[in-house]
């Protein structure tokens, strides 16, 4: 049968001397005596097997031993902390700041209908929403959690998949009525296009279908880095344009654009749930991880 490993409470002890300078000073802060803090060190000592102090009458100094074993230690009270802190956020309504950074493309298309569903859930948490084109640090700029669309995250992160996206090719039905739709890709390489600079790629589109891969190099005028901007010059009949399929939802079923080479696939994406690996996660922050896979897990968007 397993015990809990009796040096724990004397390596805490151990861990205030070597912050605190002294043991006289380090038994002040435990409200304690001398003594007793010097047995417990020589207890810890004893069942280490290694000296972790250089004691004198005049100053403390610590072995290697005392280095090595200082690391754990701090360890130790920092996972003391953090579960303690869990424990006790089992017992309230989650509450308090959660910091989400969202790419520009996908804050119009569904972020609204999440965070307000959210909210109805649980009123006491606010949410600090970041839309940018920039993609954040999440540790150093503070960021509890991120939405991402990327072929592969940084490994310190947790990524959790959330759906996988596609791009359709759109038109305005004027400009459809004009110059008619592209029967294959390579029509594109002759009709005016809205091109969005998505995975470098530019303007050069790559399709599949049935195993045959086509790429085309398609003509345009004007390169944006911003799908709403895109999508408004597509309706206005500036040329045909590739949007992500949940971006494009909206326009297509009021009519404002329609889709064309349909029969051709664009490569899937992947869009994560990302955030910094805490163990164990603030109540708070874990009530909007479990939320954001549950929204997704009930309706991916687009055309999952």
């Given at each position: 049968?397993?015990?809990?490993?009796?040096?724990?409470?004397?390596?805490?002890?151990f861990?205030?001397?070597?912050?605190?300078?002294?043991?006289?000073a380090?038994?002040?802060r435990?409200?304690?005596?001398?003594?007793?803090?010097?047995?417990?060190?020589?207890?810890?000592?004893?069942?280490?097997?290694?000296?972790?102090?250089?004691?004198?009458?005049?100053?403390?100094?610590?072995?290697?031993?005392?280095?090595?074993?200082?690391?754990?230690?701090r360890?130790?009270?920092?996972?003391?902390?953090?579960?303690?802190?869990?424990?006790?956020e089992?017992?309230?309504?989650?509450?308090?700041?959660?910091?989400?950074?969202?790419?520009?493309?996908?804050?119009?298309?569904?972020?609204?209908?999440l965070?307000?569903?959210?909210?109805?859930?649980y009123?006491?948490?606010?949410?600090?929403?970041?839309?940018?084109l920039?993609?954040?640090?999440?540790?150093?700029?503070?960021?509890?959690?991120?939405?991402?669309?990327?072929?592969?995250?940084?490994?310190?992160?947790?990524?959790?998949?959330?759906?996988?996206?596609?791009?359709?090719?759109?038109?305005?039905?004027?400009?459809?009525?004009?110059?008619?739709?592209?029967?294959?890709?390579?029509?594109?390489?002759?009709?005016?296009?809205?091109v969005?600079?998505?995975?470098?790629?530019?303007?050069?589109?790559?399709?599949?279908?049935?195993?045959?891969?086509?790429?085309?190099?398609?003509?345009?005028?004007?390169?944006?880095?911003?799908?709403?901007?895109n999508?408004?010059?597509?309706?206005?009949?500036?040329?045909?344009?590739?949007?992500?399929?949940?971006?494009?939802?909206?326009?297509?079923?009021?009519?404002?654009l329609?889709?064309?080479?349909?029969?051709w696939?664009?490569?899937?994406?992947?869009?994560?749930l990302?955030?910094?690996?805490?163990?164990?996660?603030?109540?708070?922050?874990?009530?909007?991880?479990?939320?954001?896979?549950?929204?997704?897990?009930?309706?991916?968007?687009?055309?999952?």
């Amino acid at each position: 049968m397993e015990t809990i490993d009796p040096t724990s409470p004397l390596a805490l002890t151990f861990l205030t001397v070597a912050e605190a300078g002294s043991i006289t000073a380090a038994a002040e802060r435990l409200s304690t005596s001398k003594s007793q803090v010097s047995k417990q060190l020589n207890r810890l000592e004893a069942q280490l097997g290694a000296q972790l102090l250089f004691r004198s009458t005049r100053r403390l100094a610590l072995t290697e031993a005392g280095r090595a074993y200082l690391d754990y230690c701090r360890r130790l009270r920092d996972l003391l902390r953090e579960s303690a802190a869990a424990v006790r956020e089992l017992g309230d309504a989650p509450r308090g700041r959660v910091r989400l950074t969202v790419p520009q493309m996908f804050a119009g298309a569904f972020i609204a209908d999440l965070l307000l569903s959210f909210h109805r859930q649980y009123p006491q948490i606010t949410v600090e929403l970041d839309v940018s084109l920039a993609e954040r640090d999440l540790e150093e700029d503070g960021f509890d959690l991120a939405i991402r669309s990327a072929p592969a995250l940084p490994p310190q992160l947790v990524a959790r998949c959330l759906f996988f996206t596609r791009d359709w090719v759109v038109a305005a039905p004027a400009l459809l009525a004009e110059l008619g739709a592209p029967r294959r890709p390579a029509d594109l390489a002759r009709q005016p296009c809205v091109v969005h600079p998505r995975y470098q790629q530019g303007a050069r589109w790559l399709f599949e279908r049935e195993g045959r891969v086509e790429e085309v190099e398609v003509s345009h005028w004007l390169q944006a880095s911003d799908y709403s901007l895109n999508e408004r010059l597509a309706e206005a009949g500036a040329g045909f344009a590739r949007l992500p399929d949940f971006a494009a939802t909206a326009a297509l079923a009021s009519g404002r654009l329609e889709r064309v080479l349909a029969d051709w696939e664009t490569p899937s994406h992947p869009v994560y749930l990302a955030y910094p690996k805490k163990t164990p996660q603030p109540a708070k922050v874990r009530a909007l991880i479990d939320f954001i896979a549950g929204w997704f897990a009930a309706a991916p968007p687009g055309g999952n």
